[in-house]
């Protein structure tokens, strides 16, 4: 079956330590996108990607870095230049602008 | 500014009851608005997408309308189940013009609750 999958779901980060979510997907999208989500506010968009080797910076892109080598793989990377890391993080894709999303099933990182 | 805004913000309803939650926004010029079903701890996963000619979409238990002019939007969920229990999205995005990105705006959500 075609989807989407986000790797952890659990990550735990220590002061000062960059750690970097996995998102795979074999749905043959072009647009790629990373969210952040914390309780009582909507989806903030940190990067998104919408070809091969080419991504743009969100609203929210400070702290983190991103990468689109591959069509099939947007890796992102909470570095430790953002202070509040803790949050739940959603992976998605779809064919192309506006034609719907599809979720992954999200990575919770703690800091510890 | 875009916006989308969701009520209720939360919601208990019995099992077997019906309910219908709202969603108002501000996206210019629109290009469509979609439903999702976010389990707790799980990725939101879609149940309805409209563009600006349609009024009503359906999917199982689950009807969308969608007033254009007004720029309103209801989800209405039919015999509500415990597995309901869920937050619900309202999402709308811009027309995407070529060779640039438009922005989605999502709603904060309403949580809903089904009880025995």
Redesign the interface.
């Known amino acids: 079956d075609g989807g989407i999958t986000q790797s952890p779901k659990y990550l735990f980060r220590k002061e000062g330590q960059n750690v970097t979510l996995s998102c795979e997907q074999n749905l043959n999208h072009d647009a790629m996108y990373w969210y952040r989500q914390d309780p009582g506010q909507g989806l903030r968009l940190i990067y998104y990607s919408q070809i091969v080797n080419d991504f743009q910076k969100g609203d929210i892109a400070e702290g983190y870095s991103v990468s689109r080598e591959k069509k099939e793989s947007f890796p992102l990377t909470v570095t430790s230049a953002q202070k509040n890391p803790t949050a739940f993080y959603l992976c998605a894709s779809e064919p192309g602008q506006g034609y719907g999303y599809t979720f992954g099933s999200g990575t919770r990182l703690t800091v510890v | 500014k875009n916006q989308?805004e969701q009520s209720p913000q939360s919601l208990i309803i019995l099992e077997g009851k019906n309910c219908t939650l709202q969603c108002n926004y501000t996206v210019s010029p629109f290009?469509?608005l979609?439903w999702?079903k976010q389990d707790t701890?799980?990725?939101?996963?879609?149940l309805t997408?409209m563009t600006f000619s349609e009024n009503t979409k359906s999917n199982g238990r689950y009807t969308a309308t969608l007033d254009a002019d007004t720029k309103q939007s209801s989800l209405h969920i039919t015999a509500s189940q415990l597995s309901d229990s869920a937050s619900y999205?309202c999402?709308v995005?811009p027309?995407?013009f070529s060779g640039g990105?438009?922005?989605?705006?999502?709603?904060?959500?309403t949580k809903l609750q089904v009880i025995p």
């Open positions: 989308v290009s469509n979609r999702y701890g799980r990725g939101p996963v879609s997408i999205i999402v995005s027309v995407a990105y438009q922005k989605v705006t999502f709603g904060t959500g």
